[in-house]
Nanobody
């Protein structure tokens, strides 16, 4: 299995910044795509950004120009730098990774970390 541990969430004022981190551990051959999702109360979980091992990042339109996803392949860690935060960014943010485990590609999820942006 793969365990994903997130950190960096918290309370921040509008216009502020936070940096989320997610480290993968366990028994796996490799990790392809890593991603960040978020879910606000009463809303569907949505993709915020993803980054394949090749580094071709993708972002939701709502965060383009404000958020940056990056990864450290040597340490199996993905980051989400969030700048110019808005109250509508408030949500639980989840780390996700597609990893090859015993020759099979599977998606794993972190426990989620709360991000609250005050106005």
């Amino acid at each position: 299995q793969v365990q994903l541990v997130e950190s960096g969430g918290g309370l921040v004022q509008a216009g502020g910044s936070l940096r989320l981190s997610c480290s993968a551990s366990g028994s796996f051959f490799s990790i392809n795509v890593m991603a960040w999702y978020r879910q606000a109360p009463g809303k569907q979980r949505e993709l915020v950004a993803d980054i394949p091992s090749g580094g071709h990042t993708n972002y939701a339109d709502s965060v383009k120009g404000r958020f940056t996803i990056s990864r450290d392949n040597a340490n199996n860690t993905v980051y989400l730098q969030m700048n110019s935060l808005k109250p509508e960014d408030t949500a639980v943010y989840y780390c996700s990774a597609n990893a090859i485990v015993r020759a099979s590609s599977r998606q794993y999820w972190g426990q989620g970390t709360q991000v609250t942006v005050s106005s």
